[in-house]
C-alpha cells in the first residue's frame, strides 16, 4: 500500500484496521456438515475489501500491481 498505492502510513493503517475487521471479523466453523474441512475466513470478504481500497485510491479494482515508474521501491 505504501509504494503502489503511495498511501501515507497513517492512510495504511486505517487501511488495514477496515481491512480487518471486514475480511477477518466473522469467521466461519472450519468443518461443513458433511465433514469437509474449509476455510476459517471468508476470502471473498477478503477481496471485496481489497478492491475497496484500491477504488478509493482511483485506480481500477482490478489493476495489477506493476509499476515502472514507482517513487517509492518498497
Do not use: N
Not at 478492491?51 to 481500477?60: F, P, T, Y
Amino acid at each position: 500500500m505504501l509504494g503502489r498505492l503511495q498511501m501515507t502510513v497513517d492512510e495504511c493503517i486505517d487501511a488495514y484496521l477496515e481491512l480487518s475487521d471486514q475480511a477477518f471479523g466473522k469467521w466461519r466453523v472450519p468443518l461443513t456438515w458433511t465433514g469437509k474441512v474449509c476455510g476459517r475466513f471468508d476470502s471473498g470478504a477478503l477481496e471485496s475489501v481489497i478492491k475497496q481500497i484500491i477504488h478509493a485510491k482511483g485506480l481500477a479494482e482490478d489493476a495489477l500491481f506493476e509499476d515502472e515508474q514507482a517513487r517509492c521501491k518498497v
